[in-house]
């Protein structure tokens, strides 16, 4: 499966974005998919998960309530809402999938498939 991040950009402390995550070749309907961040300096992660069905999602703390993931079978792209951004969230954003028919996943050793990461830039 390959995994296309896009959507980042440089937006102001405030201000939206929204993340794609898409797949060519593949249909992403079967697997739990996931996004994950890297800021400058620091480790990888997790952000957000998704299961195949979107019913279910689950977020880091320090993004509940400002990001919303959601997804398109049909388009076989998965989306990232990210509102009211904060300088701390800039940094590289990776979207991951598992094949998985029903649950979400939280840590980078359970995802299979990684996408190249898009930048997001929040100005103070």
């Known amino acids: 499966v390959q995994l296309q991040a896009s959507g980042g950009g440089l937006v102001q402390a405030g201000g939206s974005l929204r993340l794609s995550c898409a797949t060519s070749?593949?249909?992403?309907?079967?697997?739990?998919i996931g996004w994950f961040r890297q800021a400058p300096g620091k480790e990888r992660e997790f952000v957000a998960t998704i299961t195949w069905s979107g019913t279910n999602t689950y977020y880091a703390d320090s993004v509940k309530g400002r990001f919303i993931i959601s997804r398109d079978n049909a388009k076989n792209t998965v989306y990232l809402q990210m509102n009211s951004l904060k300088p701390e969230d800039t940094a590289v954003y990776f979207c991951a999938a598992r094949d998985s028919p029903i649950y979400y996943y939280m840590t980078e050793r359970e995802y299979s498939y990684w996408g190249q990461g898009t930048l997001v830039t929040v100005s103070s």
């Open positions: 070749g593949r249909t992403l309907s079967r697997f739990a």
